[in-house]
């Protein structure tokens, strides 16, 4: 398996911010994803990041809202843009070591809470 | 569209007394059902992959198993450090990527 750090581990942010969560892995992976988990819910993905080109965003999720970097195979930064209290969640990122069915293995998130 | 249901949502067990936790899906296509462990302000923890009907799982006090409909995690003999929620998720096939449909979970609460 790999570690995955996560940067922050959690933040307070103002309403109209932003914020840059960063995701480091210790090896070089295949796939790299972001997730959001809301209080009380299950993870939703919002994209997949894409190395050396854009990031594939889900249905609901924009590049305008959650901009999304992954400059190389180990790296990968997640934005919230233009906060509101609604963005409070954990935000996690999660990475696959192999072939696209293997397990995905997780961070341990970032707690947002927006004011 | 890809569906999937946990149940119960929540369950109290005393320690020793073994359970069932149950894992619905509605997709096109599996490609795979993945169980996972997430504690308290930790990522979740990846626990077994199955893959197709029929496939069984275990690990410790752990066990996964699959049909064409469902899954189920067997815990027997719990112990209070089992504590957890416990997450179903499905790959489908299709999709050009490996996107996880994630279920809301079971809290699970073993008491000694």
């Known amino acids: 398996s790999a570690v995955i750090s996560q940067k922050p581990s959690r933040d307070i942010c103002q309403r109209g911010t932003s914020l840059t969560i960063q995701c480091q892995v210790d090896s070089q992976v295949t796939m790299m994803f972001w997730y959001r988990q809301q209080p009380g819910q299950s993870l939703t993905l919002i994209a997949t990041a894409n190395q050396g080109s854009e990031a594939t965003y889900e249905s609901g999720f924009v590049i305008d809202k959650f901009p999304i970097s992954r400059p190389n195979l180990t790296f990968s930064t997640l934005t919230v843009s233009n906060m509101s209290p609604e963005d409070s969640s954990i935000y996690l990122c999660?990475?696959?070591?192999?072939?696209?069915?293997?397990?995905?293995?997780f961070g341990d998130g970032t707690r947002l809470s927006i004011l | 569209e890809d569906q999937v249901t946990q149940s119960p949502e929540a369950l109290r067990l005393q320690e020793g007394e073994s359970s069932s936790l149950n894992c619905s899906y509605t997709v096109s296509g599996l490609r795979g059902l993945f169980w996972y462990r997430q504690d308290p302000g930790k990522g979740p923890e990846f626990l077994f992959t199955?893959?197709?009907?029929?496939e069984e799982k275990e690990k410790e006090r752990l066990k996964a198993t699959l049909t064409k409909k469902e899954s189920f995690l067997h815990i027997t003999a719990p112990k209070p450090e089992d504590s957890a929620t416990y997450l179903c998720?499905?790959?489908?096939w299709g999709g050009g990527y490996n996107k996880l449909i994630f279920g809301a979970g079971t809290r699970l609460a073993v008491h000694p």
């Open positions: 998720a499905v790959q489908a």
């Open positions: 199955l893959y197709s009907a029929g």
């Open positions: 999660s990475v696959v070591l192999g072939a696209e069915n293997q397990p995905q293995h």
